[in-house]
């Protein structure tokens, strides 16, 4: 049985940082793609970034470019999210996923994903 559990959100001011994580149980994440997105309120649930199964260059939506950073911890089979330069439209629900299988062009599409965590909330504001 897969879990992954978030851990690391809370309440920031704009420009401030956070770093989630997610911890994965049942499944080695080294060679799986891994990813957060997160679901703004009243929103759909949207990619944040992701690396592929590949281990190649990570996608990021275009508004968290050169902001925030993915990277895996295949040590703690972790997958972590650093968020820096925070801005109030940041604010949602972040969620960690991954999958085994997913092949690239479905990366951006949740539905696609097989395995997903709770969620943790991120607030930023002043």
């Known amino acids: 049985q897969v879990q992954l559990v978030e851990s690391g959100g809370g309440l920031v001011q704009p420009g401030g940082s956070l770093r989630l994580s997610c911890s994965a149980s049942g499944r080695t994440i080294r060679s799986a793609a891994v990813g957060w997105f997160r679901q703004p309120p009243g929103k759909e649930r949207e990619l944040v970034a992701v690396?592929?199964?590949?281990?190649?260059?990570?996608l990021y939506k275009d508004s968290v470019k050169d902001r925030f950073t993915i990277s895996k911890d295949n040590a703690k089979n972790a997958v972590i999210l650093q968020m820096n330069s925070l801005k109030p439209e940041d604010t949602a629900v972040y969620y960690c996923?991954?999958?085994?299988?997913?092949?690239?062009?479905?990366?951006?599409?949740?539905?696609?994903?097989?395995?997903w965590g709770q969620g943790t909330q991120v607030t930023v504001s002043s």
């Open positions: 996923a991954l999958d085994e299988r997913i092949i690239t062009s479905s990366l951006r599409t949740p539905s696609h994903w097989d395995y």
């Open positions: 690396i592929p199964r590949t281990n190649g260059r990570p």
